[in-house]
């Protein structure tokens, strides 16, 4: 079993609309949770961390963290061609290590 | 944020040759580094870990007589593939703590090994 799991996408939004992307986790004593983006041919670059159960606005982005349910997503509110990338996931597992996941590859149409 | 650099971004050698890629935290100090392998359209993978002034821990299935990574002080991480061969071609990504422990990682630019 995958560490971290993510839909692979891709995932295509209209521009303005909202793109939700998912993320669950299988070590359930993981503590801090990440989204990265990553454009093609770059290396990631940090959105967010969440360290908390709930949500977590930055901007138009939202994180949301359920720790029972080992899940965590990233919303992109107001999605704009820019946001057209691959977001990782990523988790802090007990060993601080981070694991990735395959990462969701977003578009956004114009 | 904290600014990582690596060098060189794009690299191609023929088989048998060995590539050193630098990583250095530019900003900051790096007492832990990590290095990554990406291949096409897949997550990144970690090799190994390179803590400053001792031997790196890898990972399970990574080669450390391959791979070679030196963390000689706190700013400078270095990873040599050693006798290249065309299935080590990937893009290669460094990465370093902006706080110990915090698991909040700074990328470098990441370098794209081609092996001929």
């Known amino acids: 079993q995958k560490e971290v799991e993510q839909n692979s996408g891709p995932l295509s939004v209209p521009e303005g609309a909202i793109a939700s992307l998912n993320c669950t986790y299988s070590?359930?004593?993981?503590?801090?949770f990440f989204w990265y983006r990553q454009y093609s041919g770059k290396s990631p670059e940090l959105i967010m961390f969440?360290?908390?159960?709930g949500d977590k606005e930055d901007g138009r982005f939202t994180a949301q963290l359920n720790k029972a349910s080992q899940y965590v997503s990233l919303l992109i509110r107001d999605s704009q061609p820019s946001d057209s990338a691959t977001y990782l996931c990523a988790v802090n597992m007990d060993d601080y290590k981070l694991s990735f996941g395959a990462g969701t590859t977003v578009t956004v149409r114009a | 944020g904290a600014v990582v650099s690596q060098h060189p971004s794009r690299v191609i050698c023929k088989s048998g040759t060995s590539v050193k890629i630098e990583c250095r935290s530019l900003?900051?100090?790096?007492?832990?580094m990590f290095w990554y392998r990406q291949f096409p359209k897949q997550s990144l993978m970690l090799m190994a870990t390179s803590n400053e002034g001792s031997k790196a821990t890898y990972e399970q299935g990574v080669e450390k007589d391959k791979f070679l990574i030196n963390h000689a002080s706190l700013t400078l991480s270095t990873l040599t593939v050693t006798s290249a061969h065309p299935e080590d071609s990937s893009f290669y990504i460094c990465?370093?703590?902006?706080?110990?422990?915090?698991?909040?990682?700074?990328f470098g630019e990441g370098s794209r090994l081609t092996v001929l």
């Open positions: 070590d359930r004593g993981s503590q801090s």
């Open positions: 990465s370093a703590e902006g706080l110990a422990g915090s698991g909040e990682l700074f």
């Open positions: 900003d900051f100090q790096a007492t832990t």
């Open positions: 969440i360290y908390s159960n």
